[in-house]
């Protein structure tokens, strides 16, 4: 199957412009779907097809794909205000929200801050916002500090080719070359004679600061939609140890697991599709 998702670009009320992938079906129901870090909107490209009943958004988040880079630091609570951004130049008053990995982290905490706006929530490989003990602040603060010093001094040479840059791609992600190719080819650009990375090089800098658990179970309680959690089988290990430790925060949740790694909506995308549409019950 295939579906054409035509690109869009919104302008943000502070200039930014930001790319969207969108499959014009205006009149159903709205699917927003935020991506993974270091992703773009295309690793919803294998789903695509299969949410044709959906008006599917897939949104290339500040610094990815064909979005404009930021002029200050990318860090977490700034993602939602972004988002904010992204609604209101769209007009979008009520949707679905569909996030992957870090778009999960970024959807969950926006429902809780505007739940009016969300109908359901669909979380793939994401169960909100990353946390740590108030006594590991000195050493992430450290860490942060001298992550950003090195994305300073860090030069790149680029690929010679599309191929070598995919290589690379799959061997510091969990991620089968098909898909990695999706993301690349929208990832990359081409200048004198070699593929670049388009994505700003400061989004591999570290979180100077993290939430407290209990912070990132205040925003979990104050989601009012039912949520919708979707897993690998192979996908990251310490999911199933937040599952534990969050499951009761949620009002209404379901759990769902699917063959596959962290990327399973990109290799398991007709089966992903299947639980996404039930949940929605739109049929």
């Keep these: 199957m295939t579906a054409t998702l035509q690109e869009r670009r919104l302008r943000l009320a502070d200039g930014r412009?930001?790319?969207?992938?969108?499959?014009?079906?205006?009149?159903?129901?709205?699917?927003?779907?935020?991506?993974?870090?270091?992703?773009?909107?295309?690793?919803?490209?294998?789903?695509?097809?299969?949410?044709g009943a959906f008006h599917l958004v897939c949104v290339d988040l500040p610094g990815h794909g064909h979005s404009d880079h930021k002029s200050t630091p990318y860090v977490f609570v700034d993602w939602l205000d972004d988002l904010y951004q992204i609604t209101q130049a769209a007009g979008?008053?009520?949707?679905?929200?569909?996030?992957?990995?870090?778009?999960?982290?970024i959807a969950s905490a926006y429902a809780g801050v505007f739940p009016e706006q969300i109908e359901r929530l669909i979380l793939l490989e994401g169960l909100g916002p990353l946390s740590q003990p108030e006594e590991e602040v000195p050493g992430q603060l450290r860490r942060a500090i001298l992550n950003r010093t090195r994305t300073r001094e860090r030069a790149t040479s680029g690929f010679a080719t599309l191929e070598e840059a995919v290589a690379a791609r799959c061997k510091v992600a969990d991620i089968p070359s098909s898909a990695a190719r999706l993301i690349c080819e929208r990832q990359l650009?081409?200048?004198?004679?070699?593929?670049?990375?388009?994505?700003?090089?400061?989004?591999?800098?570290?979180?100077?600061?993290?939430?407290?658990?209990?912070?990132?179970?205040?925003?979990?309680?104050?989601?009012?939609?039912?949520?919708?959690?979707?897993?690998?089988?192979?996908?990251?290990?310490?999911?199933?140890?937040?599952?534990?430790?969050?499951?009761?925060?949620?009002?209404?949740?379901?759990?769902?697991?699917?063959?596959?790694?962290?990327?399973?909506?990109?290799?398991?995308s007709s089966e992903t599709a299947v639980y996404i549409e039930n949940f929605a019950q739109i049929r």
């Design 92 to 105: 979008w008053q009520r949707f679905i929200l569909l996030g992957h990995s870090l778009g999960a982290l």
């Design 17 to 51: 412009h930001i790319a969207l992938l969108d499959n014009g079906q205006e009149g159903r129901p709205l699917l927003v779907a935020l991506h993974g870090w270091l992703d773009n909107g295309a690793s919803f490209l294998p789903l695509a097809p299969w949410l």
């Design 189 to 268: 650009e081409a200048r004198a004679g070699r593929w670049y990375w388009r994505s700003d090089p400061r989004l591999r800098d570290l979180s100077p600061l993290r939430m407290s658990e209990g912070q990132a179970q205040a925003l979990i309680r104050a989601i009012a939609c039912p949520v919708l959690f979707i897993r690998g089988e192979q996908g990251f290990p310490g999911l199933l140890a937040q599952w534990q430790l969050r499951e009761a925060a949620f009002g209404h949740i379901e759990r769902v697991t699917v063959a596959g790694g962290h990327h399973f909506h990109m290799e398991n």
